[in-house]
């Protein structure tokens, strides 16, 4: 009789022919899907969320916030509909959202990440699953072709999401003006965005690229003693790369609902100081 633990003879990962045959349990019966499914939830719900933002083209900007979806407003519709500052690069013929021009950036850093691709391999794809639980796919080609192989470009959307990094500290430094563009302004917006701020700076940094980039390709350190301490810094927060993937994940899609419910007229901005 069947039990439906029988190793499938035409399929591929530890199942193959190729592969030895084990008679020893060997593979989990404990609930290893828990944690994929709960990642899967927890990305699609940003899915959906930043999905709706990006395209609602509207409620970003409440002086002195601006949505770190729609920073920097490089299209001049973000002046003409909302007042807000706007660089202007992009003229008056782009008719969308301008929030799609920005989130290119910071949206291809995450996706093209070392802990999401890891993430999202597991739970959108099962490939694998999870460690080891048998590998539902006849084979295994890893990202070494098209169109897999296009994540590489990872190490350039680091130098890009410094940028945005940079952008998102000048807007939080904005944020202690009152609405009336007047400094010595504190609101619990400036607090939303100095929090968001710090996860943002800490999760770029603790990018693996980052730190291949600051200590990499070194015979040495003892010669390379500034780097030495900068790869070190890099290492700890690389160390709680997943955690931080997360906790400004949150922060960011925070940061955004929060300049929303203002701009919306839901609550005023409370004044710290
Ligand atoms: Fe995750 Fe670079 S590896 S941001």
Redo the contacts with the bound molecule.
Sequence with gaps: MATGTEPQQNSGGVHARTRAAIDAPHLRTDRWWLAPAVTAAGLFAFVVYSTWRAFADADYYSAPYVSPFYSPCLADRCRTMHGGPNADLFGSWWGISPAIIILIFPLG??LT????RKAYYRSFWASPPACAVAEPHRAYTGETRFPLILQNV?RYF?YA?LLVAGVLTYDTVLSFRDSHYRWGHMGLGTLVFLVNIVLIWA??L?????RHIVGGKLKHFSKHPVRYRAWQFVGKLNAR?MLL?WASLISVALADFYVYLVASGVFVDPTIF
């Design positions: 850093f995450r990440c070392y802990y999401y990872h680091f999401a999760y770029t603790s990018c693996h690229s980052c790369h993937a």
